[in-house]
């Protein structure tokens, strides 16, 4: 089976008939209330770190315009922002419930001139061609239904001499880093969603998810295939999360 098809079987309501898309847009639903406070307090806060290493290798492009990809609830955005300084950012979701979440930060810190949240979808990106500087994608390209088509979409709207950063959960494989994440997220994550976002089946799909996803030179050789260069691989914190950066 091919890793397309991999990440695709995998879908957080088994039995369901919607399409891996559609249940991803009722599950962010489903727990946008509670998913700022459920990523921070489950990573220990490591995830900021994270999200401050990928947002660094912007950092020299000095980007004016940057499009976040499954911004959720516009944490990426609202850091880069502090971070890059950008002239705008636009941020695009399919899960309206994550975007209203955004949308009431962004308002109360003032941001709704730099920063725009609105519904879209990774793969139909619904801006021109060569529109941006830089992409982000933090957590969230393991949840596209057609990878390769949400990345040829990105590769697309983004200026020539551009950055893709993407931020991705991974598998480590370190002794006994490898047993203790797996550990946590095969059975703690769950019990965890359950009991503070009243989903247990968002926080099963987490692990399913991570582990069916192209990692590391694989993910590699799909971005340079899609069309991008000089592409790379940083991983963090054993190999749990990785950083993948590509321009165009």
């Known amino acids: 089976m091919s890793d397309q098809a991999n990440v695709q079987k995998v879908v957080?309501?088994?039995?369901?008939?919607?399409?891996?898309?559609?249940?991803?847009?009722v599950m962010f639903n489903d727990i946008a209330f509670r998913y700022d406070f459920l990523n921070h307090f489950m990573s220990l806060g490591i995830d900021v770190l994270?999200?401050?290493?990928?947002?660094?290798?912007?950092?020299?492009?000095?980007?004016?315009?940057?499009?976040?990809?499954?911004?959720?609830?516009?944490?990426?955005?609202i850091m880069a922002n502090?971070?890059?300084?950008?002239?705008?950012?636009?941020?695009?979701?399919?899960?309206?419930?994550?975007?209203a979440v955004g949308r009431q930060k962004i308002a109360k810190?003032?941001?709704?001139?730099?920063?725009?949240?609105?519904?879209?979808?990774?793969?139909?990106?619904?801006?021109?061609?060569?529109?941006?500087?830089a992409i982000t994608v933090a957590f969230g390209v393991r949840n596209f239904e057609n990878l390769e088509k949400g990345l040829s979409e990105m590769?697309?709207?983004?200026?020539?001499?551009?950055?893709?950063?993407?931020?991705?959960?991974?598998?480590?494989?370190?002794f006994?880093?490898?047993?203790?994440y797996n550990l946590y997220f095969r059975y703690i994550t769950p019990l965890l969603g359950k009991w503070i976002a009243?989903?247990?089946?968002?926080?099963?799909?987490?692990p399913d998810s991570v582990k069916a996803?192209?990692?590391?030179?694989?993910m590699c050789n799909i971005l340079t295939n899609t069309g991008f260069q000089a592409v790379t691989c940083k991983k963090l914190t054993f190999g749990i999360c990785s950083i993948y950066c590509a321009t165009r």
């Open 155 to 174: 590769l697309r709207v983004l200026r020539p001499g551009g950055k893709l950063v993407i931020l991705e959960f991974s598998n480590p494989t370190v």
């Open 213 to 218: 996803f192209p990692q590391g030179e694989i």
């Open 82 to 99: 502090k971070m890059l300084r950008p002239d705008k950012i636009t941020g695009i979701d399919i899960s309206e419930g994550m975007l």
């Open 50 to 77: 994270w999200r401050k290493k990928a947002l660094r290798l912007l950092k020299s492009l000095q980007p004016k315009q940057l499009l976040d990809v499954a911004t959720g609830t516009g944490d990426f955005a």
């Open 12 to 25: 957080p309501y088994a039995e369901s008939k919607l399409s891996k898309k559609e249940q991803i847009a």
């Open 176 to 180: 006994p880093i490898k047993q203790l």
């Open 198 to 206: 009243r989903s247990q089946a968002a926080y099963s799909y987490l």
């Open 109 to 133: 810190l003032g941001l709704e001139d730099k920063i725009t949240l609105q519904g879209g979808d990774s793969e139909t990106i619904s801006f021109p061609d060569r529109t941006f500087d």
